[in-house]
């Protein structure tokens, strides 16, 4: 019996004293190979293991991206109240390729945003949740054949609730990268305020149609024609931007203008320290929605009259129209330059409108 155990006990030395030879050739042939078998080690660890590329949360996030983030939720809380479906503005969260934004559902809408770490570091913000709402896709299919199909027919479902990630202008979805539209999120319900998958060319034959999980880009401007756009947050804030006042966005409003000029937006509140040009020539829709109303905007100035690309002019009182053109009779702290100069008749129209408005 002893030799039985001796043998038994020898066997074992002799594997386990080759399986430690083996290893140590190993790791002196391919001395990066435990460095990548540790990492597969990780990824099989899902949940239970700290991706080591996503950073603690940390303080050295840029404010843009700090800003834009907690926009975007607050968007989202806003169009979450709306009783009707609607187009969320989408202010973009980040068009940097190092930058992901996971969207999940945690007890509601949640998410994070993290930067590859590197020599710049890394940085990651956690947000609160919006309860009640779930990260979701539009189910294109549906949706089109629904409310974009010439003959529509009632559908089933209309969001395809997932987790989601954002990197700059690509959603991953199912394993797979989507372009998505980079103006609106649509709400289709209290639950559902979901992104919108598309593709550029889908039937020839058709301006608009649909796959599984994307609809043609051309459909964008048929949605935008059948749905409203949802309140924001930034609408009854005081908008300054380059220098510029524009008033609260809630005071604008889209009109159109007919063939050949077509829709644009038009000042039509109240305060003389918006220039009286948008109120008679308006924005275009991409200036409005993408270059003015899409941000939190600049720091308000504290004056009362009218400030334009940086420079004060005073109020609309005190100018006066002498040997053809305007001059600053005020006194207030006009730049001089634009006492001695003054104005000519079309730019102090522009600024304060004809002699009697207002």
């Given at each position: 019996m002893n030799k039985k155990g001796d043998i038994f006990s020898s066997q074992t030395s002799m594997w386990i004293l080759f399986i430690i030879t083996i290893v140590v050739l190993l790791m002196i042939l391919y001395p990066n190979l435990m460095g990548k078998l540790s990492n597969t080690a990780l990824s099989f660890g899902g949940w239970l293991v700290e991706d080591p590329k996503r950073p603690d949360i940390t303080k050295n996030i840029p404010i843009e991206i700090e800003s834009s983030y907690t926009n975007f939720f607050d968007q989202?809380?806003?169009?979450?109240?709306?009783?009707?479906?609607?187009?969320?503005?989408?202010?973009?969260?980040?068009?940097?390729?190092d930058i992901s934004i996971e969207l999940y559902y945690e007890n509601g809408f949640s998410g994070w945003i993290y930067k590859k770490t590197g020599k710049q570091g890394g940085f990651r913000l956690s947000t609160d949740t919006v309860a009640g709402l779930k990260p979701c896709i539009l189910d294109a299919k549906n949706f089109y054949d629904e409310y974009l199909k010439e003959e529509k027919q009632n559908t089933g479902r209309k969001a395809v609730e997932s987790d989601l990630i954002i990197e700059g202008d690509k959603i991953k979805f199912l394993d797979d990268s989507y372009s998505f539209d980079q103006d609106y999120l649509i709400k289709l319900d209290d639950e559902h305020i979901c992104f919108i998958l598309t593709h550029k060319v889908g039937n020839i034959f058709k301006s608009c149609d649909a796959k599984d999980y994307t609809l043609d880009n051309d459909c964008i401007t048929d949605i935008k024609d059948k749905f409203e756009k949802c309140s924001s947050p930034l609408d009854n804030i005081d908008f300054f931007y380059t220098g510029v006042y524009y008033g609260k966005k809630s005071d604008w409003k889209i009109v159109d203008q007919g063939l050949p000029k077509g829709k644009n937006y038009f000042y039509q509140g109240n305060d003389p320290r918006v220039p009286y040009a948008f109120k008679e020539f308006g924005l275009s829709i991409n200036d409005f929605e993408n270059k003015v109303f899409n941000k939190l905007p600049d720091k308000m100035h504290d004056k009362k009259g009218m400030v334009y690309k940086g420079e004060y002019y005073g109020v609309k009182e005190d100018w006066e129209y002498k040997n053809g053109g305007w001059v600053y009779i005020g006194s207030e702290n006009v730049p001089n330059y634009i006492r001695e100069k003054g104005l000519n008749p079309q730019p102090k129209f522009n600024l304060f409108g004809p002699p009697k408005e207002g």
């Open positions: 989202l809380e806003k169009a979450k109240q709306e009783n009707r479906q609607c187009l969320m503005k989408y202010n973009g969260l980040s068009t940097e390729d």
